[in-house]
């Protein structure tokens, strides 16, 4: 009897141990690698979006590039972590390039994956040869709020609490009315709402408020590689306040596009492909 309970003990906490190690070691993002090129090419969805945002573009550049397009955790139906982390989400894309021995890579990003983008060329500098942006600031905030400052601990709770509180048709209404502010292409609108449904919804308000509070400003100084800014048209009507922000990014080359919204390779497609060509060559 003695003996069955010890094994008993032994088992339940075997299972508790590889339980917790799972959640803490949990994937931040899944990859999906396609293409052939020498120069490796590494691509960041924005807010909730599925790599698959990053398709026409991959198809575009898979002849020249080896493409790693990556979806992050609890985004687009993948499986959430426990305690996400916007830091140790691009920290975990720099051991991945190291890990395999990914030489120095193009990093594309668009929305909260170029901000991400900056993050990544700003604290390894040594790992990126060049950095595309896709419609990300260094501190969004600012563009609202120009006292903005980021919180050192900020409280997320009440942001998650609200999220994972809705019914699922609420949140499905949500996204219906949000996305055609950020996307004019109609083509693929439901696709990216149905992204966003499929997110995780305590990953989708924590990664908001992570975002949210964050402020690259001064930590892209360190930036030393090229970098091409790609921004929606609205932004060219306040140049001043969007460029203020890029002031210590000394490699920028900032370019707005001409027509759409925050979806930029989707709404303005030739544009966007002209301004990555010259880029990249």
């Not at 003996?3 to 070691?25: E, H």
């Not at 960041?44 to 990556?70: M, R």
């Not at 400052?149 to 949000?178: G, P």
């Not at 800014?229 to 969007?242: D, G, M, Q, T």
């Amino acid at each position: 009897m003695k003996k069955s309970f010890f094994l008993f003990i032994l088992i339940a906490l075997t299972a508790l141990y590889y339980n917790v190690f799972a959640q803490s070691t949990s994937p931040s993002f899944k990859v999906d690698i396609k293409g052939d090129g020498k120069q490796a090419l590494i691509l960041i969805p924005g807010f909730a979006c599925s790599g698959d945002v990053w398709e026409e573009t991959v198809q575009h550049y898979q002849h020249n590039y080896k493409c790693y397009i990556l979806t992050m955790a609890g985004f687009a139906g993948t499986p959430a972590q426990t305690s996400p982390d916007l830091q140790k989400w691009v920290a975990d894309i720099a051991a991945y390039i190291r890990q395999n021995k990914i030489d120095t890579p193009v990093i594309m990003g668009h929305s909260m994956g170029g901000g991400m983008a900056l993050i990544l060329a700003a604290t390894h500098p040594e790992l990126i040869s060049k950095i595309v942006v896709v419609d990300a600031l260094p501190c969004l905030m600012t563009m609202y709020n120009p006292a903005f400052k980021a919180q050192e601990h900020l409280d997320c709770s009440a942001m998650i609490n609200s999220m994972t509180q809705m019914n699922d048709a609420q949140f499905y209404q949500i996204q219906k009315m949000v996305i055609p502010q950020l996307l004019a292409d109609t083509a693929h609108l439901e696709q990216v709402v149905q992204w966003g449904v499929k997110s995780d919804r305590k990953t989708f308000a924590d990664m908001r408020c992570q975002y949210g509070n964050t402020d690259m400003r001064n930590t892209i100084t360190t930036i030393k590689c090229p970098a091409l800014i790609l921004l929606e048209p609205s932004f060219a009507s306040v140049k001043p306040a969007v460029e203020a922000q890029f002031k210590n990014l000394l490699t920028a080359n900032m370019q707005y596009a001409t027509k759409g919204l925050h979806f930029i390779m989707y709404d303005d497609k030739e544009w966007y492909f002209q301004q990555t060509d010259n880029f990249l060559k």
